[in-house]
Nanobody, 127 residues
């Protein structure tokens, strides 16, 4: 009964910012980690970032380090992805995914390890 609902995708100019939200229900926030993935048109899905159940540990793909920040508000059961200095290469459908493991583990970027996925939200970076 775990459910993820995403929002925040939009069209934005290069260099702009956008914040994605992922609201989770059906599971205590303490017991799952949440990852963000993205899939550009015609390409494979790729790992973006992950945060542990407590919100104390994070990990990022090299392509977004220094520009993206993942965080969570446990009082609202919401995980955020703040995206700054956006580039055209960031254009993709973005998904959040939950894993019923409180820790990040050694392989957080393996999409097959996540049990529940959001519907996806489109981010387009263009002039």
């Amino acid at each position: 009964q775990l459910r993820l609902v995403e929002s925040g995708g939009d069209l934005v100019q290069p260099g702009g910012s956008l914040r994605l939200s992922c609201v989770a229900s059906g599971l205590n926030d303490d017991y799952y980690s949440v990852g963000w993935f993205r899939q550009p048109a015609g390409k494979e899905r790729e790992f973006v970032a992950v945060i542990n159940g407590a919100g104390s540990g994070t990990r990022y793909a090299d392509s977004v380090k220094g520009r993206f920040t993942i965080s969570r508000d446990r009082t609202k059961n919401t995980v955020y992805l703040q995206m700054n200095s956006l580039k055209p290469d960031d254009t993709a459908t973005y998904y959040c995914a939950a894993r019923p493991v409180p820790g990040i583990t050694t392989t957080p970027g393996v999409s097959g390890l996540y049990d529940s996925w959001g519907q996806g939200t489109q981010v387009t970076v263009s002039s």
